[in-house]
């Protein structure tokens, strides 16, 4: 069975904090990992996407990836009320050759004026 | 920038009818994608298609179906709607195995 788990939150932080948004996945061999933004009522856009083991930075948001752990993070530096949102974490299976992903959940942030 | 683009953003139907909702990209992708997403039940892989007319079965196919004549456009047809197909249903594309872009969604009742 292909899972992807993320906790749904509510994760709430104040304007200017760090939020840690966490998923972990049960396939050892997995290869792409992605994290989505999804406002209420609009469709999934794309923020980040990491292969490699370690960090990924792009301006205030970073990905983490430990493949040894199954685990794949996203922190947003100085968050913004414009922030809130629900956040989509999605794997690429290894044994899947039709690049289908498979999607979280998602985490709902809340980031407090 | 890689558009993709739904026929409806809002669509009203009755129970029984045939519903076709239509997706269009433009950027040469081979891979598109039919997902409906439900709260708390996530985003739902319908059906997807790796190349022109061809179509492969997602996690929750029963009730729908799909067409792929071009390249570029991906249709989701419900043969006869009913009242549990109400949904966001969205579409997505990509190219190889790298990131799905998702078209604004179409919000479908079924009366």
């Known amino acids: 069975q292909k899972e992807v788990e993320q906790n749904s939150g509510p994760l709430s932080v104040p304007e200017g904090a760090i939020a840690s948004l966490n998923c972990t996945y049960s396939d050892r061999g997995s290869q792409s990992f992605f994290w989505y933004r999804q406002y209420s009522g609009k469709s999934p856009e794309l923020i980040m996407f990491?292969?490699?083991?370690g960090d990924k930075e792009d301006g205030r948001f970073t990905a983490q990836l430990n493949k040894a752990s199954q685990y794949v993070s996203l922190l947003i530096r100085d968050s913004q009320p414009s922030d809130s949102a629900t956040y989509l974490c999605a794997v690429n299976f290894s044994l899947d050759s039709s690049y289908k992903l498979i999607f979280g959940s998602g985490t709902r942030l809340l980031v407090r004026p | 920038d890689v558009k993709v683009t739904q026929s409806s953003r809002y669509l009203v139907k009755r129970t029984g009818e045939k519903v076709f909702l239509e997706c269009v990209q433009d950027?040469?992708?081979?891979?598109m994608f039919w997902y409906r997403q439900d709260p708390g039940l996530g985003l739902r892989l319908i059906y997807f298609?790796?190349?022109?007319?061809?179509?492969e079965k997602g996690d929750i196919p029963e009730g729908y179906s799909v067409s792929r004549e071009k390249k570029e456009r991906f249709s989701l047809i419900l043969e006869s709607a009913s009242t549990n197909q109400t949904s966001m249903y969205l579409c997505a594309s990509s190219l190889a195995g790298d990131e799905q872009f998702f078209g604004p969604g179409t919000r479908l009742t079924v009366l």
């Open positions: 990491i292969y490699s083991n």
């Open positions: 950027m040469d992708h081979e891979n």
């Open positions: 298609s790796y190349d022109v007319k061809m179509k």
